[in-house]
């Protein structure tokens, strides 16, 4: 009798290590599994943190840019309002007066220079300008015998509105810089129609930006974002644009085009009626703390031994549940 009920156990005692084994094998497949889904998860949140780093330091460098542009938007009507309230037209006197009062040089460094263009039949000849210190050259110079400021001004003149213009070549450093301007109409309002507009035009008062003099004086001679790369441009693109519409680039040296991978954005200025694009891009060294770059190389390989030892843990119970079954 004992030999039968031995016999008949051995089965039901093999069906019992083969699910006993068959649940550790599943547990080492669901560690497998969980800890393959940690590492992608901690990966995706490490790219996660990265791009909201990113899109706060891209909407920190459009905010700088949008507050100081307003603030030199908000100067030129404050001329135009001046010009408006002369009856009989500003003299270089009062024009000196009212631009030293606005202390704009010491206050907005990047400013070059404040001007009035006047009309005068087919000329628009600069009139007033301050500082006057080395810019002498600038005194007397017709904008209409260059072809790119003729038609940027022919574009205010027209909208009515103050626009900023493209770079190009400025008289008093032959370098590129480029203008703020705002039309100036007879009787102080713009007129509704393009015809009255062109008929009614006295001129223009215009702040002159020097190279990237303005963005220097924004963001610093040291770059305080060292690890992303941004590029603005005159107009309002959806791809970067040649050069010639190039107002700044943060780092000349970096080429987006070389990191296709790396987080790129653009954002959008609006100056006076205008339209700036802000072309960001990431560097390679934007990079969390050592920790959390660390973490989802650190959640795999943990997972991993705990899933060799799983692993181990049920070739010991096989190797037992065959050493009990032959004996």
Known sequence: MTTLK????QPAEHQQDKKFLTVLSGLNILLLVTTLLAYSLTQKTLAREKQKIFEQTSERVQQWIEERMLTHVTTLKGLQAFWAGSNSGVTKEEFSAYTASLNLLNDYPGISSVAFFERRGEKLITVYIEPLADRETALGFDHNTRQERKAFLEQVRDSGEILSSQPFTLVTTNR?????????????????SIDERRSQLI???NLAFRDADLFTALFGRQNPMPDIDFAIFHDHYDSPPGTEHLLFDSDPEFDPMKFPALLHTKKYVTVGNASWTIFVTAKPSLVLTAAEE????ATLIIGLTFSALFFLANLYFYRLHLKRWHD
């Open 294 to 297: 660390n973490l989802p190389k």
């Open 203 to 205: 001129g223009f008062v």
């Open 6 to 9: 031995t016999s008949f156990n």
């Open 176 to 192: 590129p810089g480029f203008f703020l301007t705002a039309p100036l109409y007879r009787g102080g309002e713009t007129p509704r």
